[in-house]
């Protein structure tokens, strides 16, 4: 689909080229721009600060076969980081704490990167056993604040690797 939209916009720019010179090819330009930013998120768009400068979301990893997987971090008096893990079709969706430092009475910890090794031996197998449930199991001992959830909106990540496992669930739309 996204190729017909390309040579669509091609041969209309073609035309308005003819029709009104540079200002066609500009006039062009400025739609095939449109069309690919309205078309296509890409992951790397994911990468972006949530709160003016102290929070945010980063390294957005496609787990395959739909499941997805992001850090969110906070760093305003403290410094929290959290990873997410979601199923793209049914918006469930595991979030845990891997490091605190400063955020309340608790000691600090940073597990993250105990917490990614987990996740990634939990893929290794087949997905039939790499279920939410047993991966929060697994990560019981090392990452605090597990909670499983389910999501009414597309996240970012899926929107970019599988817009098609939407379903029913609000479309991702990219704040400015």
């Not at 079709?89 to 009475?105: I, K, P, V, W």
């Not at 939990?122 to 056993?129: A, I, K, M, N």
Request: charged share 25%; glycine share 6%.
């Amino acid at each position: 689909m996204i190729e017909t939209r390309q040579e669509n916009s091609n041969f209309l720019g073609h035309f308005l080229q003819r029709k009104w010179g540079a200002l066609g090819v500009c006039v062009a330009a400025m739609m095939a721009i449109s069309t690919q930013a309205s078309t296509a998120l890409a992951l790397a768009d994911c990468t972006r600060v949530t709160h003016i400068s102290h929070a945010g979301d980063a390294d957005h990893t496609d787990l395959g076969e739909g499941r997805v997987m992001w850090r969110s971090w906070w760093s305003q008096e403290g410094t929290t980081t959290h990873l997410s893990v979601s199923e793209c079709s049914s918006g469930e969706m595991l979030r845990f704490l891997t490091a605190e430092q400063n955020m309340s009475d608790r000691l600090p910890f940073d597990r993250t990167e105990r917490a990614l090794g987990i996740v990634a031996d939990h893929h290794l197998g087949s997905r039939v056993f790499a279920t939410l449930p047993r991966l929060a199991e697994a990560l019981d001992k090392t990452a605090r604040d597990i909670t499983r959830v389910t999501l009414a909106e597309e996240n970012c990540a899926c929107a970019a690797l599988y817009p098609e496992l939407r379903g029913e669930k609000t479309e991702f739309v990219l704040d400015d």
